[in-house]
């Protein structure tokens, strides 16, 4: 059985940080690439933060670049994102995915930026 579960979610005052982690289950974690997503009640859910295979590249978003990092452990099957410097818009849910020959989700872990 498949799983991804985030955790790592709450509430942070702006200008925190925190750390969001995932830990998948189920298949050939280090054939797939990962990726975070995140989004906003009403609105469509965004593209965050891309990881490779073997770590070999990462992108961003252009509004979180040099805030935020993901890292990934292929050892431990669990996919990280560091987020510093944290603004009221980055409020969401956040969601880990797997890309590879499926896609797969978790179930999304509530991140919310406020004093």
């Known amino acids: 059985q498949v799983q991804l579960v985030e955790s790592g979610g709450g509430l942070v005052q702006p200008g925190g940080s925190l750390r969001l982690s995932c830990a998948a289950s189920g298949f050939t974690f280090n054939s797939y690439s990962m990726q975070w997503y995140r989004q906003v009640p009403g609105k469509e859910r965004e593209f965050v933060a891309y990881i490779g295979i073997s770590a070999s590249g990462t992108y961003y978003k252009d509004s979180v670049k040099g805030r935020f990092t993901i890292s990934r452990d292929n050892a431990k099957n669990t996919v990280s994102l560091q987020m510093n410097s944290l603004k009221p818009e980055d409020t969401a849910v956040y969601y880990c995915?797997?890309?590879?020959?499926?896609?797969?989700w978790g179930q999304g872990t509530q991140v919310t930026v406020s004093s």
């Open positions: 995915s797997a890309h590879g020959r499926y896609t797969y």
